[in-house]
């Protein structure tokens, strides 16, 4: 008899903008026992100094955007900054899931909450901290990618942000990158044999 299809799980990482949640999924993609599978999200936004359509983002027009969401076509889908949309396409996590990988997903806070509430125990939720404030803003600056403008709504927006760290099944604080990427691939590991 054929086995069943194994579907992947999900692993929703979350965190204030610059905390280091990109610099922490790259490494971790690259671990070949965690099978992880990128979600693409849209967006509604212009892409960003070497960014490539369809591998950071899908971006999209804003029109192309609200005609997505009228189509249902999206898992969900959040107003992260005033004015510029994310969401996660349906399409790409059957895409990723259907081939058995786990997929991790990069989404904002309210986001990462909807899609836990949607997938119950095939998910599991965890929020990256930094390790203070003034940190924060220090990698933001030294990223060198976003305008005095985008900069100060991430930085407004980080207090906010850290205020849902507690509904989330884990936390793990980026202080030295290696001992949170270590700290993260473990969580990973448990709940993908679980
Ligand atoms: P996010 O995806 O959460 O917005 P990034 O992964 O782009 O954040 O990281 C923001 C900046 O901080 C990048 O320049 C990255 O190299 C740096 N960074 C990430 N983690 C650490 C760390 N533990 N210590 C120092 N710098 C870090
Ligand atoms: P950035 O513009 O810096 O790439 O991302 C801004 C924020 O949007 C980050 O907090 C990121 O986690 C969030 N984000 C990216 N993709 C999605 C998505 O598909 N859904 C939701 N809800 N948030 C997303």
């Known amino acids: 008899m054929d086995q069943p299809v194994r579907k992947g799980k999900i692993i929703i990482l979350s965190a204030p ?13 690259a671990m070949p026992e965690l099978h992880l599978g990128f979600s693409v999200s849209a967006t509604s936004r212009s892409p960003r100094g ?47 899931t259907g081939s058995g990988r786990n997929l991790v997903m990069d989404i904002d806070v309210k986001g990462a909450l909807n899609v836990k509430r949607q997938f119950g125990d095939s998910a599991i939720s965890i929020f990256i901290k930094p390790p203070c404030l003034d940190t924060l803003e220090s990698r933001l600056r030294g990223r060198n990618t976003d305008s005095e403008e985008s900069l100060r709504k991430r930085i407004e927006k980080a207090g906010y942000e850290m205020g849902f760290a507690d509904r989330f099944d884990r936390s793990v604080v980026n202080d030295d990158l290696d001992t949170a990427v270590c700290e993260v691939r473990d969580i990973i590991s448990v709940f993908i044999s679980e």
Not at 65 to 74: P, S
């Open 17 to 29: 903008s610059g905390t280091g949640k990109s610099t922490i999924i790259s490494r971790l993609v």
């Open 50 to 96: 070497e960014e490539t359509d369809g591998r950071e983002y899908y971006f999209l027009t804003p029109e192309e955007f609200d005609r997505r969401i009228e189509a249902g076509l999206f898992v969900e889908w959040e107003e992260v900054y005033a004015g510029t949309k994310y969401g996660t396409l349906r399409e790409e996590v059957e895409r990723v």
